[in-house]
């Protein structure tokens, strides 16, 4: 799928831009605080539906307006080689989803027709970070292909806030531990769908990563990837994972109401991330640990390629400048005929493109010129 052009209006510090794109690269350079990782932004936020900056919708409209909190994104795009138009409206604080002129759609139907992957200089860190970070790489990355996780994700999350507050609740007041059996139930459904999808997600992620970070790493090391969690220690069936997270659950539960918190579950788990054999984040190197993150990064692109059967839109948000040129040289040369979007503020690195291949824009001050 390719964007081929962008309208942003009363977004960030857009007031009205139209941009047209190449369907390879496009270079989008200027000065710092031009807009640039807001044209991203905005890319993002309509395929996605969420922005990767904020979770409030209002900082995104162009502060200063006579009507505040609306602005509209709209793109077109071919997917399928079927042309579409597709619109994010805000006003009144909802959001508003529009293909081919179509009003009322879901966010979905835009995200069946436009998907971003984007990386960004923090993403360098999920490696090095703590299990909170790998986390969110997981499910990020696993609701950006398969649209059924983030809904498990969010009942699990709402469950697990109500069964932490109730652990607080029951120790005030005992008699209230009656209700937790309700709340261990509902835990364990939402729960264990949640590492059935991370396992299946883990085994796309090894079979693609591992021949990214042997090519990005010269053919130096070996990568491997494992999922660890505190309720199995191998690929496991349903019925195992229900059955383990039950018993966990019961066994520590004088424990979880002492804490006032939920011991065990998938919000505790992680990305074990080995290079030949050792863990990463204990032993790597600062680059062996980037080199780690940037397989894990750009194998999305092969993965949404395989479940879509089309290539999805990477969107590179000053990541090259992180980089030596081997690994720059790399980056270009994995995302291949995928339509990409890189900022930065010295657009030389693209000299060795042929005009043909990009497009570089120029911003200043929410206008390209
Ligand atoms: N809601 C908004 N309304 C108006 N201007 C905004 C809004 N949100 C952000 N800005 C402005 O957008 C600019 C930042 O844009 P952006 O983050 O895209 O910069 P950039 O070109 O990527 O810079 P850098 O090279 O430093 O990353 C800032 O000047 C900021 O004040
Ligand atoms: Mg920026």
Redesign the pocket.
């Known amino acids: 799928m390719i964007v081929t052009g962008l309208t942003l209006r009363r977004f960030?510090?857009y007031s009205e831009e139209t941009f047209d794109f190449s369907p390879r690269i496009n270079v989008i350079t200027?000065?710092?605080?031009?807009?640039?990782?807001?044209?991203l932004?905005g890319l993002f936020l309509l395929s996605r539906g969420y922005s990767h900056r904020t979770h409030h919708m209002a900082?995104?409209?162009?502060?200063?307006e006579k009507a505040p909190g609306r602005f509209a994104i709209e793109a077109e795009v071919t997917a399928h080689q079927t042309r579409h138009r597709l619109a994010l409206l805000m006003k009144g604080g909802s959001k508003e989803w529009v293909v081919d002129g179509h009003k009322g759609r879901r966010q979905r139907d835009v995200h069946r027709l436009m998907h971003t992957i984007l990386f960004e200089p923090d993403d360098l860190r999920i490696v090095k970070a703590g299990p909170a970070r790998r986390r969110q790489f997981i499910n990020e990355e696993i609701s950006g292909y398969l649209p059924g996780y983030l809904p498990v994700l969010k009942t699990y999350k709402k469950t697990l806030s109500q069964r932490n507050a109730l652990l607080k609740e029951v120790r005030r007041s005992p008699s209230a531990a009656v209700l937790l059996d309700g709340w261990d139930a509902q835990l364990v459904e939402s729960g264990t769908k949640l590492v059935r999808y991370r396992l299946a997600y883990l085994k796309r992620l090894n079979e693609t990563a591992k021949p990214l970070h042997d090519s990005l790493s010269n053919h130096k090391e070996r990568l491997s990837l494992a999922y660890s969690s505190n309720l199995i220690d191998k690929a496991a069936d349903e019925h195992a994972i229900q059955a383990c997270f039950e018993a966990k659950l019961k066994d520590s539960r004088p424990q979880d109401i002492d804490r006032g918190a939920t011991g065990f579950g998938p919000h505790v788990d992680d990305l074990s991330i080995l290079i030949d054999g050792m863990e990463a984040r204990k032993f790597a190197s600062q680059g062996q640990q980037r080199t780690a993150a940037i397989a894990l990064k750009l194998s999305q692109i092969a993965i949404y390629q395989k479940i879509a059967g089309e290539s999805p839109i990477v969107l590179l948000?000053?990541i090259l400048s992180e980089l030596d040129d081997v690994r720059q040289e790399k980056i270009l040369e994995i995302l291949g005929q995928t339509q990409a979007f890189i900022?930065c503020?010295d657009s030389r690195f693209s000299d060795r493109y042929p005009e043909a291949m990009k497009k570089i824009i120029t911003?200043s001050h929410?206008h390209q010129i």
């Open positions: 960030r510090n200027g000065d710092n605080a031009q807009g640039k990782t807001n044209l932004e900082d995104l409209a162009m502060q200063g948000d000053d900022t503020t911003i929410g």
